[in-house]
Every structure is written in structure tokens, then in C-alpha cells.
């Protein structure tokens, strides 16, 4: 079972963060929250309030009960954990930190940490942070550089999701600020369930760079008095930034890799268009964008080659026994986690495995061995030990035969 946090489902169309609150010592805060989650094999609600306001002499936080909550949205939004009719659910990056955890020797444990913190950023807030790091989070470029990268957004969309009504939903999402709870001019007295296409578009092309009102793309007084500050103390942490001498040598390394794989173009603009998984979880086509569309696997390994200079590992025959193998050793550790559910716990969803799976290779500096093709192939055999089911949600579900 995978939980998932329903939304909007134009919001993968613009990878941000909207909380501006519970975003401090955010590689710290996971930290705590992984070792806590490998402690006691599980979170509740109870365990999760104490970490956040209990004693910090005793290896909790000590704030207040506000916290609960603010921390509770913005790990949410990293994909950790979602708090939900008073009990928390676990997301698949904190199991896939608690995978590599467990699987990995002490020493290799904080590489494969980053990167999962890393990919978790990228997926949720990408657009904002690597675009504030391209500009050296020095404002007036940032100004220009997230303006420039939503205005070219919202003009390419309009070559995939044609007709006024997209148009609109491209321009609400594809803003610098969009306030969480408001439901926003053209959502008034809609539910989310409502934003998803009912009927067929009209082929009528209307360039979403036509604004309308509330649409112009405004910076706030204060956001840039607290938006970099967040992003650059979560690029120090990843070793990407120094408060001092700027970009690291990691990180000027990680943005030739994000240039080479197309993901900053000449202009010195980084985009992260939705992967094929996301655009079918959220209701369209996996192949919304043609050939441009990338897999869960894709991105993963070239965020991994640009972060840790991983390498993949040709496929041969054998590897499928290889592949095996690790799964149900994740296997093993997934199901001895989040106890509560351990009876939902009989699929592991490639969100997951995959992840997991690219963070042990960097933690380990060898060649990940290329698990999808490995899973292809076994699928093929007359004896096959793993099954993958297709998902909606998460792509994918991976369960060991008996």
C-alpha cells in the first residue's frame, strides 16, 4: 500500500513548496524523523507530537504545538509522512530513507540520506530551489530567472493542453505564491474533484502568456526575505553551497549535470516537467509531452549521475537474479516498518524500490544495475519470483511470489 495525498492535479505543473512555515533544520528534522521511525518500527500521532515538542534533552525538538501541524504540512509535502484523521501515514520517502538505512553500512548511510532528501526536494519544490541556486539566490536575478522560467512554462503548456479553461488552470498553478487554502478565482465553490477534465478539449489554442487579471506573475514584499534563506541552508546541507565561497565544486558538478541531461536551458533555466507516472496519477496521458516524457527511473538516474556521478550498469543476462535479490531485501525491511499496516504491506511501489535502489548505488559508488529492464525480464520467465502490478498511483507495485 502506498499513501497518497490527494490534490489538485495541475499542481505537478509547477514543482513548488507553498508553506513558508516549519521549513527550518530540514536535513536535521529528517534525520530525527527517520532514526525515530527505525526505532520504533513505526509513527503515530503520539510519537510524532513528542518528537516535535517534547524535551531536546531528551533528542526531541522542543517547539511548540503549532509544529505539529506546520512540520506535519511541509513533510507532507516532501512526501515523508501525511497526517490524516488524527493518525500518520508514512510516504514512500521516508521508507525509502528507512531502506537505505537499514541496508547500508553506517559510513554510507548520509550519501544515500542526501540523495534521497535531495530527490525529495526536486520532485515537490525543484523549480524554485534549483532556479534560486542557478541565480546564487542573489534576488534581483532570481526575480528574473523564475518570472522567465514561468512565462516560457505556461507558453509550452500551451502546445499540450489546449482550450481556455486549461489555460486558466496553467496560468493559477504556474505562479510564484499561491496561498494553500484559497481555492482561487476560478475555483469558487469547486472541489478538487471538479478541476479534472470532464469532457473533451477545444481544439481552440490560446496562448497562455495572455494574462488575465491575477494572473501577472508578483513577487510579495517578504518573499525574498524568507523563500532563498530556506533553499540555500538546504543547499548547504547537500553540499551544493557555501555560505561563503558560493557554489561547491558539488555544485557547479550537479548544474553541468542538469544542463547535460536538459534540464537548465541556454538560458540558464531549470524545468522538471512532470514524470509519466504523475501526469497519469493526475489524470492525463503518459505521454502528454511525446518523446519528451520521462520515466520515474529516468529522472532518478540522471539526478543521481549529476548529484553523485552514478553509472548504470548495462543489462545481461543474470541481472534479474541480482534484481531479485535486493527487492526482497527491501521487501524484508518494508514490511517490518509502519507495524500498524503491516497487512497493506504486501506490494512495494517502485516509488520506492527505485529511489532506494539509485541511493544505495551513490552511498556505495558503484553501478546500479538497470532495475527496469531487470523486472522486464523476469516478468518473461515461466518461474517468475517478483510480479509487478501496473498502478495508477505510484506506476508500479512489486510483491514477491510464493
Not at 517468475?384 to 498502478?391: E, G, N, T
Request: with cysteine.
Amino acid at each position: 500500500m502506498a499513501a497518497t495525498a490527494h490534490s489538485d492535479p495541475y499542481a505537478i505543473f509547477m514543482r513548488k513548496i507553498g508553506y513558508s512555515v516549519g521549513l527550518d533544520l530540514t536535513a536535521a528534522r529528517v534525520e530525527d524523523l527517520v532514526t525515530r521511525y527505525l526505532q520504533d518500527r513505526d509513527l503515530t500521532m503520539t510519537s510524532w507530537r513528542e518528537l516535535v515538542t517534547g524535551s531536546k534533552n531528551e533528542g526531541s525538538w522542543g517547539l511548540n504545538e503549532s509544529a505539529v501541524k506546520n512540520i506535519g504540512d511541509f513533510f507532507c509535502s516532501l512526501r515523508l509522512i501525511l497526517r490524516a484523521s488524527g493518525d500518520i501515514l508514512i510516504l514512500e520517502n521516508l521508507d525509502a530513507m528507512a531502506i537505505c538505512i537499514e541496508l547500508l553500512d553506517e559510513e554510507e548511510r548520509k550519501e544515500a540520506q542526501d540523495f534521497l532528501l535531495l530527490w525529495a526536494i526536486l520532485v515537490n519544490d525543484g523549480e524554485i530551489f534549483v532556479n534560486l541556486l542557478l541565480a546564487n539566490f542573489e534576488d534581483k536575478q532570481a526575480k528574473e530567472t523564475l518570472r522567465a522560467m514561468m512565462l516560457q512554462k505556461r507558453a509550452d503548456l500551451s502546445g499540450y493542453l489546449l482550450g481556455k479553461a486549461s489555460a486558466r488552470q496553467i496560468n493559477r498553478v504556474i505562479m510564484i505564491e499561491r496561498q494553500e487554502k484559497n481555492k482561487g478565482s476560478a475555483g469558487v465553490g469547486r472541489s478538487v474533484a471538479s478541476l479534472k477534465r470532464a469532457q473533451p478539449l477545444q481544439y481552440e489554442k490560446v496562448s497562455v502568456r495572455a494574462s488575465e487579471k491575477g494572473d501577472e506573475i508578483e513577487f510579495s514584499d517578504d518573499y525574498f526575505s524568507k523563500v532563498p534563506k530556506v533553499r540555500k541552508r538546504w543547499a548547504v546541507s547537500l553540499g551544493l553551497w557555501d555560505n561563503k565561497m558560493g557554489l561547491t565544486q558539488r555544485g557547479r558538478d550537479f548544474l553541468f549535470g542538469l544542463r547535460r541531461a536538459g534540464y537548465v536551458d541556454d538560458d540558464d533555466r531549470f524545468t522538471f516537467w512532470p514524470m509519466d507516472y504523475e501526469l497519469v496519477r493526475s489524470g492525463f496521458k503518459s505521454d502528454l509531452f511525446g518523446k519528451d516524457t520521462k520515466s520515474l527511473w529516468t529522472c532518478l538516474v540522471e539526478y543521481g549521475t549529476a548529484y553523485s556521478s552514478l553509472s548504470v550498469k548495462p543489462h545481461v543476462k543474470g541481472d534479474e537474479d541480482l534484481a531479485v535479490e535486493f527487492i526482497g531485501e527491501m521487501m524484508k525491511v518494508f514490511r517490518s516498518l509502519h507495524v500498524r499496516k503491516v497487512m497493506l504491506r504486501r506490494e512495494l511501489p517502485i516509488t520506492i524500490v527505485y529511489p532506494a535502489a539509485v541511493a544505495i548505488a551513490c552511498a556505495r559508488g558503484k553501478s546500479v544495475i538497470n532495475l527496469p529492464a531487470a523486472i522486464s525480464t523476469e516478468q518473461m520467465s515461466e518461474q517468475r519470483r517478483i510480479a509487478l502490478r501496473r498502478s495508477r498511483k505510484t506506476g508500479g507495485a512489486l510483491s514477491i511470489k510464493r
